[in-house]
C-alpha cells in the first residue's frame, strides 16, 4: 500500500486500468454463459477488447514514466546529501549548513522508496493481471464467434 502522494496515485492508476479490463472480461464470460450476444455483440466487444490491448502499454509507459521520476529523485538526493554538510560562510566565521536540506533530502527519499515499491510490486503484478484477463477475455470471445457462426451455418 502506497503512502506518499505519488505512490496512491500511480497505484489508484493501475487499479483502474486492470479494473476496466476485468469489467470487460465479466461482461464477455456473462454474455457467454447466457448466450444473449449477438453477431454485432460480439463485434463491438472485440474491438473494444482491441482497445483495451492498448491499455497494457499505457500502463508500461506510465511505469516507465515513473521509473525516470524515481531517477530525478536519485538526482535530487545526491544533491541535498552533499550541500546538507557545506558549511555556510557568515561574518562570525564558517556555520553549520542548516537541517533545510537533510529534511528535503528525507522527503525526496520518502517519495523515491514509496514509488520504486508501488512500480516493482504493484506494476508488474498489474501488467500481469491484465494480460491474464485480456488473454482469457479474448479466448471467451474467439469460442463464443465459432458458436455463433456454426450456430448459423447450420
Known amino acids: 500500500m502506497a503512502k506518499t502522494i505519488l505512490g496512491k496515485e500511480l497505484e489508484k492508476y493501475l487499479q483502474e486500468k486492470v479494473e476496466g479490463i476485468f469489467a470487460l472480461e465479466a461482461k464477455i464470460a456473462v454474455g457467454a ?3 444473449t450476444l449477438t453477431r454485432e455483440d460480439i463485434e463491438k ?11 497494457v502499454e499505457d500502463i508500461k509507459k506510465q511505469l516507465d ?3 525516470k ?7 535530487t538526493i545526491g544533491g541535498y ?14 556555520q553549520p549548513s542548516p537541517a533545510i536540506p537533510l529534511l528535503i533530502r528525507e522527503k525526496t527519499k520518502e517519495q523515491a522508496d514509496d514509488l520504486k515499491e508501488v ?16 488473454k482469457s477475455a479474448r479466448k471467451t470471445l474467439t ?3 465459432d458458436k455463433v457462426t456454426n450456430k448459423e451455418a447450420t
Open 45 to 55: 466487444l472485440s474491438k473494444t477488447l482491441n482497445n483495451k490491448t492498448e491499455t
Open 81 to 94: 546529501e552533499k550541500t546538507a554538510f557545506i558549511p555556510i560562510a557568515t561574518p562570525a566565521g564558517p
Open 143 to 145: 469460442d463464443l464467434r
Open 33 to 35: 454463459y447466457e448466450g
Open 119 to 134: 512500480v516493482k510490486e504493484q506494476g508488474k503484478s498489474a501488467i500481469k493481471q491484465a494480460l491474464e484477463g485480456l
Open 69 to 75: 521520476i524515481v531517477k530525478g529523485f536519485d538526482f
Open 65 to 67: 514514466s515513473s521509473e
